[in-house]
């Protein structure tokens, strides 16, 4: 549990000539609880698992444009739960399923007092199921150590949706959009050389090799690897080199423009005859 005091803007020197009311901070309250737990069922089988509740709030913050003064408050409820389980499949080998889901929930309130606009609010719904599965183990002994490979896959759905009301609900449509995205993995590690087979300037060698492949619903493919080598001259110096390729597919809420948006205000200008200047205040992706 933590709370929060809200910071008006009178209470720092450097905003206290901003028009009242004016807030540089709201206040907040924030619940959460986090749980944990494992077992084995065998000397092979063990069963894990872990889930989260938070919720925050943000309490009324104003800010002043002269001739409107904006209210906003916000409410963000997250929640989740992962369950796996992990197998001894020999003395090398093991492999783990774990399954997820987790959903994050923000919304939103904001008044314009002073104008002919109302009170608007916006709910933003974000949800994520996945399914990873992954093995590895020791494939080939060398001098210098075992040759260690680990394979994996993983499917991930996620889902994001905007319900708006009141003001908002006349010029902009609600939104719902979905993706799917399917993952293989794979990484080797290669112990060329290690304590027990070390030579003069090489106390140890190692490489290491991966590779990832991803397919999304709805943005195409990607092919990525990673490469990467440490040498070690001498006992307690390490000299790492990597190099990669990545990928990243913008995130849904990204995708979303809709919820850029402009408003005029006319805002305080001494240096204007009439005292204030029209301006254009934008916000969003």
Do not use: C
């Amino acid at each position: 549990y933590s709370n929060r005091d809200g910071l008006d803007a009178n209470d720092r020197e450097f905003s206290q000539d901003s028009l009242d009311p004016t807030f540089l901070l709201a206040e907040q309250k924030r619940h959460s609880v986090f749980v944990t737990a494992g077992q084995s069922l065998n000397n092979k089988i063990d069963v894990f698992g872990d889930a989260f509740y938070s919720i925050r709030n943000n309490g009324e913050t104003a800010v002043n444009f002269s001739r409107a003064i904006v209210f906003r408050s916000a409410e963000t409820k997250q929640h989740g739960v992962s369950l796996g389980s992990r197998l001894a499949l020999n003395e090398n080998w093991q492999a783990e399923l774990v399954g997820t889901f987790s959903r994050n929930n923000v919304s939103r309130a904001e008044t314009v007092v002073e104008t002919d606009i109302a009170t608007s609010f916006s709910d933003v719904d974000s949800t994520v199921w996945a399914l990873d599965g992954k093995a590895d183990g020791s494939i080939v002994a060398l001098p210098g150590g075992d040759i260690k490979l680990a394979i994996g896959s993983q499917y991930r759905h996620e889902e994001y949706m905007v319900t708006r009301g009141d003001v908002l609900s006349a010029f902009l449509n609600d939104v719902n959009e979905e993706r799917d995205i399917y993952a293989v993995f794979s990484e080797i590690f290669v112990p060329l050389v290690s304590k027990d087979n070390r030579i003069a300037g090489i106390e140890r060698l190692e490489v290491t090799v991966a590779g990832r492949y991803e397919n999304y619903s709805d943005f195409g493919s990607s092919t990525d690897s990673k490469l990467g080598l440490l040498w070690s001259p001498v006992a307690g110096i390490n000299v790492r080199g990597t190099y990669g390729t990545s990928f990243r597919a913008p995130l849904l809420a990204e995708l979303e423009t809709s919820l850029s948006s402009g408003f005029l205000f006319a805002l305080p200008d001494p240096s204007s005859p009439t005292g204030s200047t029209l301006a254009v205040i934008a916000n969003g992706n």
